[in-house]
Nanobody, 123 residues
Framework: QVLLVESGGGLVQAGGSLRLSCAAS????????MGWFRQAPGKERELIAT????????HYEDHVKGRFTISRDSAKNTISLQMNNLKPEDTAVYYC????????????????WGQGTQVAISS
């Protein structure tokens, strides 16, 4: 079991920035891929970015490239998502996920989830 706890959501104006964090506990993460997803009202949960814990290799979906940055802090067992130049369409609940070996865009295959944190962007 991997326990994930997100923090850092909130309300900001368009063009602003937020930094989300996800603290992981329960298992050694060396075999895991961590990722951030988001889900807007009435929409499917969508992948934002992933990071392979052992190598630090990152992947970004096209809709956030250049604006969002995923990172990890091995000493603190946390991952973060730095979000810049936020847009109203970024409004969603943001979820941290963890999966063994790989993570795809299919949220149904993610092994562990955090509780989510709300991000709201005003225009």
């Amino acid at each position: 079991q991997v326990l994930l706890v997100e923090s850092g959501g909130g309300l900001v104006q368009a063009g602003g920035s937020l930094r989300l964090s996800c603290a992981a506990s329960g298992r050694t993460l060396s075999s895991y891929v961590m990722g951030w997803f988001r889900q807007a009202p009435g929409k499917e949960r969508e992948l934002i970015a992933t990071i392979t814990w052992s190598t630090g290799i990152t992947h970004y979906e096209d809709h956030v490239k250049g604006r969002f940055t995923i990172s990890r802090d091995s000493a603190k067992n946390t991952i973060s998502l730095q979000m810049n130049n936020l847009k109203p369409e970024d409004t969603a609940v943001y979820y941290c996920g963890a999966s063994v070996d790989t993570m795809t865009t299919n949220w149904r295959t993610v092994h562990f989830w955090g509780q989510g944190t709300q991000v709201a962007i005003s225009s």
